[in-house]
């Protein structure tokens, strides 16, 4: 790839950089498979692959197709128009945020730090594959995945020497070899759930059906979405918030939960579904309409703080201590890492442990012995357990 100067893309719109700001928008976790080279960003919205380069004018673009749409209700729709509906740009954002900024002194505080922040509307077939692939993993590895699954698709366009993929067709995750494809792409345990959710997605009437939960309210489109396989309460936020028009979604992960405890007065006890419920509907009272837009500042401005939640070691260190929270993971890199569940080596001795029944040989670190660690589905270390052995019989 390489960069764009503002004179070589072809077509441009003004908007203030208050209500927009590419950067803040396309690389905080709301879309996975846009790509920066310099000032110049590359994506991919349904059949097209968008240049996009903002300045102090406005925004610079261009767009190549990948494929040719067949479909009627298109031919009259502009380009513009087409950006215009994902950024969400009929939405004025200084209207959204005037009353809070004295309704809500923290996040008045975000507003001008954050300036440009807003919500896309995604198309629901990306945005409900990207959250379904975003359990219990982070933006890069997120955003990797996605373009590899991108990979399986029939269509593409090269640009600069570098090859742009619509997403696949949703008749291929009906194919029996689906899931080993993607496990062997790195989606792990989640591979079985983009496959039952997408095959369950196609017995409901395929993506119209997807679509049509933008006609509906927020309580029914989640409890649709919420049938499916790997979508929770948060996974199910983030499609209406992102994708089905639902401002007032507010999906409640562990910064968000964090934000409410912290600055908001709320209990700080384990986040249950009925917890999950109250927070939302504080925030739903207190930010009106847009309150998912509200989360999207307080989630930007968390994620980004550099909170020691608990370490996590890639390689061996002797100042690994259980107490502190920190484990060392075996083998990260190569394997899929179970949400729940994984076996660590315990840097301090169990004195527990009686000396005359040794246990038996097993490769372990040689300061310590084995243990399991439990670990909720936000990565929350919760406890931790001896390993314990069954006795062996004399024969």
Known sequence: MRNYTCQELQSHFSVESSEINLDKILATGQVFRWRKFED?????????????????????????LVYEENEKENVNVKPVDELFEYFNLNHKLSEITKPWISSDKHL??????????????????????????????????????????????????TINDTQFHSLPDITIFQKPNTEQKLRALGFGYRAKYLVSAMCDVSGRGGLEWLESLRHVELS?????????????????SCVCLMSLDKHDAVPIDTHIYQVAVKYYGRPNKSLTPALH???????QTKHGLFAGWAQGYLFY????????????????????????????????SKKDV???????????????????????????????????VIIDLDGNLTKVLPRTRSKRTKS
């Open 40 to 64: 110049t960003w590359f994506g991919v919205i349904r059949n097209k692959v968008w240049v996009l380069r903002q300045d102090m004018s406005g925004i610079h673009y261009t767009f190549h």
């Open 108 to 157: 008045s505080s975000l507003l001008t730090s954050h300036q440009g922040l807003r919500l896309i509307r995604q198309d629901p077939y990306e945005c409900l594959l990207a959250f379904i692939t975003s359990s219990c993993n982070n933006i890069p590895r997120i955003s990797s995945l996605m373009l590899k699954l991108s990979q399986l698709s029939q269509h593409s366009v």
């Open 220 to 236: 029914e489109a989640r409890k649709e979405l919420s049938e499916l396989a790997g979508v929770g309460p948060k996974v199910a």
């Open 277 to 283: 419920n109250s927070i939302e509907k504080f925030f």
């Open 301 to 332: 401005s968390n994620s980004k703080k550099d909170v020691k939640p608990k370490k996590v070691v890639l390689e061996n260190d002797s100042k690994t201590d259980v107490k502190s929270k920190e484990v060392t993971l075996k083998n990260s």
């Open 338 to 372: 179970k949400p729940n569940k994984m076996t660590v080596n315990n840097k301090n001795k169990n004195k527990n442990v009686n000396q005359k029944n040794k246990p038996e040989k097993r490769p372990v670190d040689t300061n310590g012995t084995n243990c399991e």
